[in-house]
């Protein structure tokens, strides 16, 4: 994975700033396991960086949180048997990540108000309903 990681629009995250950790992946994979680094974690300082606009980087400083250790936030992928696959797999999810928790928050919802002819609608199908079944009761058969 070479070049910066763009994250949304024209804003990308400089591949300088990227650190790359390489470790092996756990589980099933024969002899060849055991000497490939394929598990890849990518780790980006969130706190220090320049490279994001203030205002995004406050949005994730405060929707990464729980995510954040040191001022870092990181990503593994250890899927793929291929190092390289797994780098790509850990950049993508860092950008998503990272688009997720820039973005601007929704709208806020206005409240609207039932209209009274489906509240009518509403209220004489549940009176026709409950005629229906209590006309089913066995009471005034002799």
């Not at 070479?2 to 700033?17: H, M, Q, T, Y």
């Not at 203030?54 to 949005?59: A, F, H, I, L, N």
């Amino acid at each position: 994975m070479s070049g910066p990681l763009l994250i949304r629009g024209s804003v990308s995250v400089p591949e300088a700033e990227l650190l790359w950790r390489f470790s092996r992946s756990s589980g099933p994979g024969g002899q060849h396991v055991n000497t490939t680094d394929s598990q890849v974690e990518l780790r980006f300082d969130l706190a220090n960086t320049d490279c994001l606009p203030p205002v995004w980087k406050e949005r994730a400083l405060a929707a990464l949180a729980s995510r954040l250790v040191g001022g870092f936030v990181s990503v593994r992928a250890s899927e793929h048997r291929s190092q390289w696959r797994n780098r790509e797999t850990a950049s993508a999810r860092l950008a998503s990540l990272l688009a997720e928790a820039t973005a601007p928050p929704p709208k806020a919802r206005r409240t609207t108000r039932i209209p009274r002819g489906i509240n009518e609608r509403r209220l004489q199908h549940k009176k026709r309903r409950a005629d229906t079944k209590r006309g089913r009761s066995g009471k005034d058969w002799a």
